[in-house]
């Protein structure tokens, strides 16, 4: 039920974004070289809903429907492999212009340059495994 | 108009922004889970160097969210295949190829390491009051930013 659940939100979420274009690498590169305010007006309506949502939930003390769980929205303090990762990660997002929901949406979409991508994140996934494990 | 006309337009950002933003309130209050792409990512391929195929809540998302875009295509008629944006307008294939690889180790190890990608840190993260996410949210949009002009400065108008 947990996973079928997750799945339709998944639907719903691939849907949005191949509508909204952002499977489309011009639509991306647009926003990042500001020709094109479409990217930026897109994802700061989507964080500012989620944002209200989350706060409310949070604030009504509801359990979660599916586990029952009270709703705890994790949050944590930043370390230097936020900022690290996330520099890493940026590269990554201006070369490709995609980002791994974009990525998975151009692979339903079967816009096939998206598998040399999806092999990059595989072997990306990888790494960091293998180091994890190396300093431990 | 019809509906393939609908779904063949972008969608108004009004639209499909609080859509988004949707899911990542219905994970919370079904799953008390955070949306995310990259851990959709991390459970296949953990499933799969397994050998088993029972996928855990984030993998089935990532399901969802490949037949999700293969409904958008067939709902809309999909898109015109004009190649791969700046990339293909820019370089061979074979070197777009390995662009996309390296791209994708980038993508792939660093948003691993921040714990999040532009869902997991840049939404949700963001939305639950995370102070990590803020940081990772302004660290990758200011290197996306700076990188794609950078780009645009050495190989020219190609967008």
Redesign the interface.
């Known amino acids: 039920m947990i996973r079928l659940a997750a799945a339709l939100v998944g639907v719903v979420f691939g849907f949005t974004l191949a509508w909204s274009g952002m499977s489309d690498p011009d639509v991306i590169r647009a926003g990042l070289l500001f020709e094109d305010l479409y990217l930026f007006l897109f994802f700061f309506a989507a964080m500012a809903t989620a944002l209200v949502g989350v706060q409310l939930l949070r604030r009504s003390r509801v359990r979660a429907l599916l586990t029952g769980e009270r709703i705890e929205p994790e949050t944590l303090r930043p370390e230097r492999r936020h900022v690290f990762g996330s520099v890493l990660f940026g590269l990554g997002w201006a070369i490709s212009a995609a980002c791994p929901g974009p990525v998975a949406a151009q692979l339903g979409q079967g816009i096939f340059w998206s598998l040399a991508t999806i092999v990059g994140i595989v072997i990306g996934l990888k790494l960091h495994t293998a180091r994890a494990r190396a300093r431990t | 108009m019809c509906v393939r006309d609908a779904?063949a337009t972008?969608?108004p950002?009004?639209v499909?922004?609080?859509?988004?933003?949707?899911?990542?309130?219905?994970?919370?209050?079904?799953?008390?889970?955070?949306?995310g792409?990259?851990g959709?990512?991390?459970d296949v391929?953990e499933r799969v160097s397994e050998r088993s195929l029972k996928?855990?809540?984030?993998g089935?998302?990532?399901?969802?969210?490949?037949?999700?875009?293969?409904?958008?295509?067939v709902v809309?008629g999909?898109?015109a295949?004009d190649g791969?944006?700046?990339?293909?307008r820019t370089f061979s294939d074979p070197a777009?190829?390995?662009?996309?690889?390296?791209?994708?180790?980038?993508?792939?190890?660093?948003?691993?390491?921040?714990?999040g990608?532009?869902?997991g840190?840049?939404?949700?993260?963001?939305?639950?009051?995370?102070?990590?996410?803020?940081?990772?949210?302004v660290?990758?949009?200011?290197?996306?930013?700076?990188?794609?002009?950078v780009?645009?400065w050495i190989w020219g108008a190609a967008?």
């Open positions: 779904f972008q969608a950002w009004f499909a922004g609080p859509l988004l933003g949707l899911c990542v309130v219905a994970v919370l209050a079904l799953l008390n889970g955070r949306l792409v990259v959709g990512f991390s391929v996928l855990g809540w984030k089935t998302f990532l399901v969802g969210l490949v037949g999700g875009a293969l409904l958008w295509a809309s999909g898109r295949d791969y944006g700046w990339l293909t777009v190829s390995l662009l996309l690889l390296v791209a994708g180790v980038l993508i792939g190890f660093g948003a691993k390491t921040a714990g990608c532009t869902a840190n840049g939404l949700s993260g963001n939305a639950f009051g995370s102070r990590a996410a803020v940081t990772a949210t660290t990758f949009m200011a290197v996306a930013v700076a990188t794609s002009f780009t645009k967008l």
